[in-house]
């Protein structure tokens, strides 16, 4: 965990599409969707980071405390920033930001947690052999 240091940061920027957009998430506004704003934060943060892990060991978001600013049209670029501002045993906290081109869209904190890649995808696969009979999907 000694290789992960407050400060390590990178930027991203991303072109809005219309698979992008709210309209694919039941909202009616062909603007950037927040899931995908927020996901565009959660790259930028595993990419500050991605030099700095360990063979075998992956991060998986926790957390998120942000807030989306402004709405961004279908078409524009959006600059995403992250940089880690706090190490906690196996918890990293970044601070994440956005533009675009405009004004700022997201700001806020996202948290990953650095695992065992192996251990991970090893409970994963446990708990979907496991998935219960009577599971019933939900909109």
Do not use: Y
């Amino acid at each position: 965990m000694d290789r992960f240091r407050p400060g390590m940061s990178a930027t991203l920027t991303h072109e809005v599409t219309a698979d992008d957009a709210a309209t694919r998430w039941a909202n009616d506004a062909e603007v950037l969707a927040t899931p995908v704003l927020l996901w565009l934060g959660e790259v930028a943060c595993m990419r500050a980071i991605e030099n700095a892990l360990s063979p075998g060991k992956m991060t998986v978001g926790a957390a998120h405390s942000a807030r989306h600013l402004a709405a961004t049209p279908v078409g524009w670029v959006v600059t995403v920033e992250a940089t880690l501002a706090e190490v906690r045993g196996r918890r990293l906290t970044f601070r994440v930001a956005a533009n675009d081109g405009r004004e700022a869209i997201l700001e806020g904190t996202h948290d990953r947690f650095v695992l065992d890649a192996t251990e991970f995808k090893a409970g994963v696969e446990d708990k979907a052999r496991n998935r219960p009979v009577a599971q019933e999907a939900r909109s």
